[in-house]
């Protein structure tokens, strides 16, 4: 049996093949190409050095751990397999290993055993959350969710039809505001700016929208809608295409600059309307999840390989995060920044989860990690979030039930279910 994670990587090989000539990192993702190339021609020796060579760039890659752990196992390494398996475990990752046939060879072990029970531990359910809101519409694919505090109102974004939704405090849902375009821009990341009164949203075309078409790749942007009628305000495209994904996240400074996440930070100084790369120290290859520290001088970012990162604003300087190895902060897609803590939405690695970073007391590094819901076995999944007073409401997709209608396209067969949002404090016991 193949491995799992193996092919898993291969899914996002649109995305890392693309970026591979414009991060600074590249080799890490030219090495994780040709390490998938090797294990699909059978050469696990090959497979396993080129990992190992990925993983000294990454060290924190979760995809690369795993698939250093199969070619270890494959190739007569079960010691340094299993350390590779351990590490895993301790970060609180979550793999049927049962299931993965790349580890026959270990499956006598008792540090085998071991590590497949700490994993089991780790995929059992934290419920701290109740239900706030259901939207039955199962195709609506959801991703980005913000309030307005004026008018105490939720809005949800589509992927699916490039929509955005919103919730009245009553619980009505009705169309807010659309993407007005033939373009199949899907709707991502949403914020509100109360300063403009404005809702912000992430207009990035991708292959869950209805219109797909792949000659629409890298085209993105950013839209401005009016808070009071849902009428667009502004719409700020990209000049040049941004492959192979354009703008994912977005977080909006109270001076009006808008700082944009995806395959690099993006960044539309206020006044402007031009998005242009952001001046920092360094990149981001896979950025999602973005902050705001309360005085502006600092954006957290979140990256799926390396983690969470800090941008002084005003040098450009980046700082990665201090944190122990036994952390999880990577898998990041929503981010939000609480009373000197981040909370984030985590469901790049198994299983998601809804965790609060508790920072140190200069902000440079993670003194703890507290787990305030994880793998909810009536959700599918979730995306992002938002804090609403001490809780934070974020939306995901309640697991579906029946069939699958047929028009529905296969890429959108994982995210088929009812959207939820899903409310949890933030207060609970440390």
């Not at 995809?63 to 970060?91: H, I, S, V």
């Not at 974004?157 to 659309?178: E, K, L, T």
């Not at 950025?287 to 941008?311: E, M, T």
């Amino acid at each position: 049996m193949p491995s799992r994670l193996v092919l898993a990587v291969l899914s996002l090989l649109i995305f890392t093949i693309s970026v591979a000539a414009q991060s600074p990192d590249n080799r890490y993702f030219e090495l994780q190409q040709e390490s998938i190339a090797a294990y699909q021609a059978g050469d696990f020796e090959a497979f396993r050095d080129k990992t190992l060579a990925a993983l000294k760039i990454k060290p924190r890659s979760v995809f690369m751990q795993y698939n250093a752990a199969c070619g270890l196992a494959l190739t007569g390494k079960p010691e340094r397999a299993l350390r590779y398996l351990r590490q895993l475990a301790e970060r609180g990752i979550g793999f049927d290993l049962a299931g993965d046939g790349d580890f026959d060879s270990l499956r006598d072990l008792p540090e085998y055993r071991a590590i497949a029970s700490l994993m089991a531990d780790n995929i059992e359910p934290v419920i701290n959350s109740d239900d706030a809101h259901r939207i039955e519409q199962a195709d609506l694919v959801p991703e980005g969710i913000t309030w307005d505090p004026d008018s105490d109102r939720l809005f949800v974004g589509s992927m699916r039809f490039g929509r955005i939704y919103a919730i009245d405090p009553d619980g009505q849902v009705y169309q807010f505001a659309h993407f007005a375009t033939d373009q199949p821009l899907a709707c991502l990341g949403v914020t509100v700016d109360t300063v403009r009164n404005l809702l912000w949203a992430v207009a990035t075309a991708a292959p869950l929208h209805i219109n797909w078409d792949t000659t629409f790749e890298g085209l993105t942007g950013v839209y401005a809608f009016d808070l009071a009628t849902g009428e667009t305000r502004h719409r700020w495209m990209a000049p040049d295409r941004i492959h192979p994904f354009g703008f994912n996240d977005l977080a909006v400074a109270a001076t009006g600059d808008i700082y944009l996440t995806g395959s690099k930070i993006f960044h539309i100084p206020a006044g402007d309307s031009i998005p242009i790369v952001a001046d920092f120290s360094r990149q981001f290859a896979a950025s999602n999840g973005a902050a705001l520290s309360p005085d502006q001088r600092f954006l957290f970012v979140g990256d799926n390989i390396d983690g969470i990162a800090r941008v002084e604003l005003s040098t450009g300087t980046v700082t990665q995060l201090e944190q122990a190895d036994s952390m999880l902060t990577v898998g990041i897609d929503g981010m939000y920044y609480v009373n000197r803590s981040l909370v984030a939405v985590q469901n790049g690695a198994p299983p998601w989860r809804v965790s609060r970073f508790f920072l140190n007391t200069s902000e440079t590094g993670i003194d703890s990690v507290h787990i305030l819901e994880r793998a909810n076995p009536d959700l599918a999944g979730a995306t992002t979030g938002v804090i609403v007073r001490d809780s934070i409401y974020y939306v995901g997709r309640y697991q579906r039930t029946g069939e699958i209608p047929q028009h529905l396209p296969v890429p959108v067969h994982r995210w088929f279910g009812p959207t939820a949002v899903m409310k949890t404090a933030l207060d609970l016991q440390r």
